[in-house]
T-cell receptor, first 114, second 109 residues
Framework: IAGITQAPTSQILAAGRRMTLRCTQD?????MYWYRQDLGLGLRLIHY???????GKGEVPDGYSVSRANTDDFPLTLASAVPSQTSVYFC?????????????FGEGSRLTVL | GQNIDQPTEMTATEGAIVQINCTYQ??????LFWYQQHAGEAPTFLSY??LDGLEEKGRFSSFLSRSKGYSYLLLKELQMKDSASYLC??????????WGAGTKLIIKP
């Protein structure tokens, strides 16, 4: 059972380049989320999707975009990467939006922007 | 607001008990979560409290007091594998999770 798969696991990127982080889940969860995790800070929500075809902005959406063409996939795109986007990115899903159940996380994508 | 606080780091001894506190301030509240995160890995769900009181799950228990904006995670019979960061998060009125920075728990033999 894969759960949530993120790719790439790690990437070094030059500033100004475009980058897409991929996220796929096989649990048929309706809601999906992208977080970034930085040392000394809590997880911060970038974008979310309550169901296929809809997306919403989280706490720190600037510089990022997402799409949700189907239930399984939720890619995160950095149109023009900047050094402040160096972080560990986690994709997560839950059965229902705002679910009172648990979030399931991918293993993370470590991104370094130089 | 998005005020949530937990200690940065704690140290405990194998076999002992440790309590990790979390305080929060919010106008809308829909529950309190605890997650465990080993270094370099993804967070994994530990507990969810929406009503006041203690929820016990094996060696781990979680407590909530909504009137005090306070929760704690209690870990008993500590094992070396419990060395990890413990993340506290509350669900706000928009059903979004607001996360603390995490408490790094170091277990010594």
């Amino acid at each position: 059972i894969a759960g949530i798969t993120q790719a790439p696991t790690s990437q070094i990127l030059a500033a100004g380049r475009r980058m897409t982080l991929r996220c796929t889940q096989d649990m048929r969860h309706n809601a999906m989320y992208w977080y970034r995790q930085d040392l000394g800070l809590g997880l911060r929500l970038i974008h979310y999707s309550n169901t296929a075809g809809t997306t919403g902005k989280g706490e720190v959406p600037d510089g990022y975009s997402v799409s949700r063409a189907n239930t399984d996939d939720f890619p995160l795109t950095l149109a023009s990467a900047v050094p402040s986007q160096t972080s560990v990115y986690f994709c997560a899903s839950s059965a229902l939006p705002g679910s009172t159940g648990e979030l399931f996380f991918g293993e993370g994508s470590r991104l370094t922007v130089l | 607001g998005q005020n949530i606080d937990q200690p940065t780091e704690m140290t405990a001894t194998e076999g002992a008990i440790v309590q990790i506190n979390c305080t929060y301030q919010t106008s809308g509240f829909n529950g309190l979560f605890w997650y465990q995160q080993h270094a370099g890995e993804a967070p994994t769900f530990l507990s969810y409290n929406v009503l006041d009181g203690l929820e016990e799950k094996g060696r781990f228990s979680s407590f909530l007091s909504r009137s005090k904006g306070y929760s704690y995670l209690l870990l008993k019979e500590l094992q070396m594998k419990d060395s990890a960061s413990y993340l506290c998060a509350y669900m706000d009125s928009n059903y979004q999770l607001i996360w603390g920075a995490g408490t790094k728990l170091i277990i010594k033999p």
